[in-house]
DNA sequence: TTGTACGCGTTATCAT
DNA sequence: ATGATAACGCGTACAA
């Protein structure tokens, strides 16, 4: 059984295609009569307009791209949620793509979107991304994109962001207040816009405190989590005095957990931890993390808004669009005071 | 700057449309020298064929479907990891639909899949989905399809699965091993296969260890975690002698965490608990889980391959292709004994 | 080795 | 109210 046509429709009913395609598309000029008899054809035929076909002739994808770093990722699972509840309103499509943190796969995935395949783009950078032409190209092109989370700063067009300076600040206040003095700040990329501002709120943090950041407690984080254990029992080693870390993301809170239970820091005792994250259930760890919760579903959610407001009104996307949406601090026991 | 084309390239170069067409795919047609000017030229504007064009002509979309309840759920947030690896080996796009466990969306999405949009479907059920005649359309059609994890055992078509049977089984043999006597069930959905292999591996459990299972003592979680929390406190204060629960899902150990500590049982020492789950970090819950971790990543990495055998050779999909991977358990805290 | 012509399925324009 | 026709961009059979 091959999927059926607008021709097979016409031909079975003894009409021109573009009367079937008009019934179909619910023309105003098309008779009630032959309306019903066309659509009740197509749906006997279980009729499915082709899409490629449609896209072709009308310029129009209906499909947007969305490419993230990782989708196993509390944050960027949450966002799909939101990008893909926006995109089902407006009856469009969602194309994924993974770069793994790898900017040679970003460019390649983004340098593809010049094909006219989506009509727009939702992105959120890969951690080892600076080489950013490969997006240039596509604002050329006029293909509305929006960031998210992890931005590229230079370019004209619309963010959605957190308060990510505000918040490495809190976070590092939260730590002082706690009672630490010797905190360690666990970063994932040295190019990421949100992780620099991150960092600048910690180090003004300690500074307003009368503190000397000490470089010697920040940490780069990879993408191994062995690794990045390691690295962490080295630094704990190493500097002794560490009585406080300030986790960038998840997984580096997680490696931090593993690695204190491994050198027998107790927490919140010894060390504090306090990290960004979307984890759900900080709160049944041992001991419960104290989060940083980033809105990472309406982040998505108002990202695709943007971005559909640009594609269905065929305007173009400005920078003042963009939003800075507000994360949530939430204590929990990783950072109470004995 | 509009998206270049083959015209444009063509009239740049003084040759006709199919010349360059020939050129860019390599046609062993064309000369090296011809190659080289035309692919030279279409690099230097950027010239991305345009994809539903191609797909039109060619009736071949370069696009798999997946289907799945939820993205935000670390085994299908990993299984979309495998998925999205072996697209790109194979040089396909891959389109994500979340049907929210909602038997209609899940039609809908499925329905419109006759149109041609994909060159095949990956698959996982909506635990609500009873009637799966939208999925017999597209055999008709001869769509590939392979399920994964919540698959329909009716269809024609390979199946990724793991051993929830043994599985179910397992996980009560454990419970019991513990010492538990009155063990709880929490299932997902009546209507899922592996919910009642998973069911039935519980009961057989049971009854091999002379225990009649008690119908109380089984509970269907609903999609709201709150309201999950709430059922499982009235299921352990209306039997006071529950000694273990089998979640059958993440985050119905979750609520039962939750309800556990709500109700002032301790964890392992009143209460055992056993879950499937994909929880990264079950670790460092409090207390630990004992999980039986399906082998995601794989799961949806072998649904894939064999989806992409199908679509490269232009074979139907056999049901003999199906595969039962194995899942693990891993013992915490959670089940251990005093 | 290159060019011409057609068709994939749909939609939009122009006629009747 | 309906039909004929062209065009979207690409790929291929056929011609030269």
Redesign the pocket.
Known sequence: MN?V???QL?QEL????????????D?????A???AKVQQLARQLG????PY??S????KSKTIGVVIPEVANNFFSLAINGIEEVARENNYHVLIYLTHDDAQQEATIVQHFASGRVDGILASLAGETQDFSHFSKLQERHIPMVFFDRVCEEFATAKITTDDYRSGYQATQHLLDAGCRHIAHLLISDHLSIGQKRLQGYLDALQAHGLTPDPALLLRGTSNKDRNQTLIQELLQQNPAIDGIFASVETLAMSSYLACRHLGRRIPEDVKIISFSNLEIADLLDPPLTTIAQPAYEMGREAARILFKSILKNRPILPTQSQELKSTLIQRKSTATT
Chains 1, 2 share one sequence.
Not at 27 to 31: D, K, L, T, V
Not at 47 to 50: Q, V
Not at 56 to 59: E, S
């Open positions: 999927p046509n607008l021709k016409a003894n009409l021109s295609v573009s009367t079937v395609s008009r019934a179909l598309s023309s105003y000029e098309i008779s009569t032959t309306k009729y499915e307009p082709n076909a449609s072709l002739r009308r310029q």
